[in-house]
């Protein structure tokens, strides 16, 4: 579809192409974020079909919208650094937090939550916007959602990862109607959204002041917590809390295991590797408009943290941060931290970062300009990789079958929760990992 006017874009638009990531940052009393058939979250309701320039400039899948490099142009003019897999920055560094107990309550190197906390601490922000868990109950609460904490202990609160759909529409309402300065953490679409949804509206522009990204290889519907429960024999209407990376600091840091806690008090868990759908490349539950994305490090974020997935560092249970820090005043904050021994960091430049998400940034990169080749309905968006053919057969069959199985995985996980039958699932999810796995690395590895 070409471009047309931006005037004439609408979220439907957006919804059809599959380019929705659910950010909520579109969202409002004519267009509520609820939950699809897949377990996604998307605006719904008549306003889902009001087109305007000003969606056209905020969704962060829009042809209209800015992209990184102008975002971070703007936002880090300064910056003596720069790289096109990492975007502009002040240092980069490898490391973990030494004060208190971040690193051991994080699933990395407890970067995020310091930072999170030390901001607070210092005044520097009134409030940070981030993800925690939530009980869930018969009405169908989510397990996860964005939550405003005002303390450092509620900032504790949101520690570990979450491979779970949430949107930031119930923030933003607060960011408008509560004055304050607030920072943001999010996964690098979201935090593309704050920046195009500041540059819309003065008032969230004032008040969002630190935008803290997470390096994302791909966001997960809701479904991927059924497929736990469906492998762990756990009924999901029991399952009351979800762990994606339970933390071992005796075993190697790569080595997940997926644990569920449920309503009588009992537990169960299951390292990733014994998962049907359990090696995260082949992208079981993947969203689509995550195969149009080409940022992995949040290269608009004014501080961005990811694992540090080379030895020895990957082998280290207790977790290792990188970070690419791009703003002035969290680089004097984090340099001063280092100084006082509160933080374990030691500077690396860009090509370590780079080797920590070499997969990512391939399929970000070379597989972005190969899927860019497709034929598709709805729009395309613009990209800063250009379209290319030029890979090897092996290549393209893995970018392939990749889609092929996050297309199925929502299909055949829907099928199952409609006849009650998890095995179609599961048995097609094996299958199709064998599948990958002699694919992608040459051997018949089961799960």
């Known amino acids: 579809m070409p471009l047309g006017d931006p005037r004439e874009l609408a979220p439907r638009d957006?919804?059809?192409?599959?380019?929705?990531?659910?950010?909520?940052?579109?969202?409002?009393p004519a267009r509520p974020m609820e939950w699809d058939s897949f377990g996604q979250r998307q605006p719904r309701g008549p306003g889902t079909a009001a087109a305007s320039a000003a969606f056209a400039r905020t969704c962060?899948?829009?042809?209209?919208?800015?992209?990184?490099?102008?975002?971070?142009?703007?936002?880090?003019?300064h910056a003596p650094l720069g790289d096109s897999r990492i975007g502009r920055f002040e240092k980069a560094y490898v490391?973990?937090?030494?004060?208190?107990?971040?690193?051991?309550?994080?699933?990395?190197?407890?970067?995020?939550?310091?930072?999170?906390?030390?901001l607070l601490a210092t005044g520097a922000i009134d409030g940070v916007a981030h993800v925690v868990p939530t009980l869930p109950d018969a009405s169908g609460a989510p397990f996860f959602r964005y939550r405003i904490s005002r303390s450092v202990d509620e900032v504790a609160e949101g520690a570990q990862s979450r491979y779970y759909p949430v949107d930031l529409a119930e923030v933003l309402?607060?960011?408008?109607?509560?004055?304050?300065?607030?920072?943001?953490v999010g996964v690098p679409c979201f935090i593309k959204a704050m920046h195009l949804v500041c540059a819309e509206d003065p008032v969230v522009a004032e008040r969002v002041t630190h935008l803290l990204g997470l390096f994302c290889g791909h966001m997960k519907s809701a479904r991927f917590v059924d497929s736990f429960a469906w492998q762990l024999d756990a009924p999901m209407d029991q399952v009351r809390a979800v762990d994606y990376r339970r933390k071992d600091p005796h075993r190697p840091a790569n080595w997940y295991t997926a644990?569920?806690?449920?309503?009588?008090?009992?537990?169960?868990?299951r390292d990733w590797w014994h998962l049907a759908d359990g090696d995260w490349g082949a992208g079981f539950f993947?969203?689509?408009a995550c195969n149009f994305c080409d940022d992995v490090v949040a290269e608009t974020a004014d501080i961005a943290f990811g694992d540090a997935w080379v030895e020895p560092y990957s082998s280290d249970g207790r977790g290792t941060n990188v970070v690419i820090v791009r703003s002035p005043e969290l680089n004097q904050m984090v340099t001063q931290a280092i100084a006082e021994k509160r933080l374990s960091l030691r500077p690396v430049d860009a090509d370590f970062i780079a080797d920590t998400q070499?997969?990512?940034?391939?399929?970000?990169?070379?597989?972005?300009?190969y899927r860019l080749t497709w034929r598709r309905r709805g729009i395309t968006p613009g990209k800063r990789v250009a379209a290319s053919r030029n890979l090897p057969l092996k290549r393209k069959l893995i970018y392939r079958l990749r889609a092929a199985i996050s297309y199925g995985s929502h299909r055949l996980a829907w099928i199952a929760r409609r006849t009650g039958r998890p095995r179609l699932y599961?048995?097609?999810?094996?299958?199709?990992?064998?599948?990958?796995?002699?694919?992608a690395y040459g051997r018949r590895s089961g799960a």
């Open 173 to 184: 309402a607060e960011i408008r109607s509560t004055p304050g300065r607030y920072a943001v």
């Open 14 to 28: 957006i919804i059809a192409s599959g380019l929705c990531i659910g950010c909520g940052a579109c969202a409002g």
């Open 358 to 369: 070499a997969a990512g940034l391939r399929h970000r990169r070379e597989g972005l300009a």
């Open 60 to 77: 962060p899948f829009s042809p209209h919208a800015q992209n990184e490099d102008a975002v971070a142009a703007t936002r880090f003019p």
């Open 259 to 269: 644990h569920l806690s449920l309503s009588d008090g009992s537990a169960r868990w």
């Open 286 to 288: 993947q969203y689509s």
């Open 95 to 118: 490391g973990h937090v030494e004060e208190g107990s971040y690193r051991a309550d994080g699933s990395s190197g407890g970067m995020v939550s310091w930072v999170a906390a030390e």
């Open 426 to 439: 599961v048995g097609w999810a094996r299958l199709s990992l064998r599948l990958y796995r002699r694919l």
